[in-house]
């Protein structure tokens, strides 16, 4: 499946953006979805991942109570709902699709190019 990740912009602190991923391919409800996100200088990092059928989710702490992560299987598409947003999440957001329900990106064989989010303060 080919990921493509969008929604990307510069938002205000305390403002709310929307990134989407859509995949091609009809397998789209046989994975586990996830974002990562990597600001410059730093590692990439875990922010969520749902599974399959959308039914549970998991948070990164620095996110959790802000962002939500979400998945349309009939539109083969997968969010990220960020609000609340703070300078510290500016980061590049990447999505990604594996098979098993983990936070470590070694999990995940399959990536978005990502897209870019610039919080300013």
């Known amino acids: 499946v080919q990921l493509q990740a969008c929604g990307g912009g510069l938002v205000q602190a305390g403002g709310s953006l929307r990134v989407s991923c859509a995949a091609s391919?009809?397998?789209?409800?046989?994975?586990?979805m996830a974002w990562f996100r990597q600001a410059p200088g730093k590692e990439r990092e875990f922010v969520a991942v749902?599974?399959?059928?959308?039914?549970?989710?998991d948070y990164a702490d620095s996110v959790k109570g802000r962002f939500t992560i979400s998945r349309d299987n009939a539109k083969n598409t997968v969010y990220l709902q960020m609000n609340s947003l703070k300078p510290e999440d500016t980061a590049v957001y990447y999505c990604?699709?594996?098979?098993?329900?983990?936070?470590?990106?070694?999990?995940?064989?399959?990536w978005g190019q990502g897209t870019k989010v610039t919080v300013s303060s």
């Open positions: 990604a699709s594996g098979s098993y329900y983990l936070r470590a990106s070694q999990a995940y064989n399959n």
């Open positions: 391919g009809r397998a789209f409800s046989n994975y586990v």
């Open positions: 749902i599974t399959r059928s959308g039914g549970n989710s």
